[in-house]
């Protein structure tokens, strides 16, 4: 299976240490793997860990992100290839690489939802919920969250 990972940045916080154990987990199952970081620069372990796993890392600077050329290039790495499960984390992430993995035509989107995002301003919930459509499976990582998500996200 070919998985595409949207990330916001690869700082070494949670979330970042759990894709990298997914990616590590699922290379050693076979799969082949794409990690895009919206932002530039991150944490040289996770990185290594990422790469020495296989996975193809492609980091885009925040700024160019912002602007078309940003987009451009990130859309030209997704429809250079055909994937099978894009995966997103984190808000920007979610938002865009939801939205991008739909246009591209890839055929499953899978998200997860990490704390309850009550600090969210309200164009920030509504552009989760505007692309959360497009989303085949959320994964929660507490059941605490589950009331909230189904509600707010």
Do not use: C
């Not at 990972?5 to 990298?20: C, E, K, M, N, S």
């Not at 793997?33 to 040289?44: A, C, H, P």
């Not at 969210?120 to 499976?137: H, P």
């Amino acid at each position: 299976m070919k998985i595409l990972y949207f990330i916001d940045h690869l700082r070494p916080d949670g979330t970042q240490w759990v894709l990298a154990r997914l990616v590590e987990g699922l290379a050693r199952r076979g799969h082949q793997q794409m990690v895009i970081s919206l932002n530039s620069g991150g944490d040289e372990v996770i990185v290594d860990r990422l790469t020495q796993s296989g996975a193809e890392v492609r980091a885009f600077s925040k700024w160019s992100i912002l602007g078309a050329y940003g987009i451009l290039r990130l859309w030209q790495q997704i429809r250079r290839r055909t994937f099978d499960v894009a995966v997103t984390f984190l808000f920007a992430s979610d938002v865009l690489g939801r939205w991008m993995a739909h246009r591209a035509g890839i055929p499953r989107i899978v998200s997860s939802l990490r704390a309850r995002n009550i600090d969210y301003a309200r164009w920030q919930r509504r552009m989760v919920r505007w692309t959360m459509r497009w989303a085949d499976a959320v994964i929660l990582n507490s059941r605490k969250f589950q009331d909230f998500a189904i509600q707010e996200e």
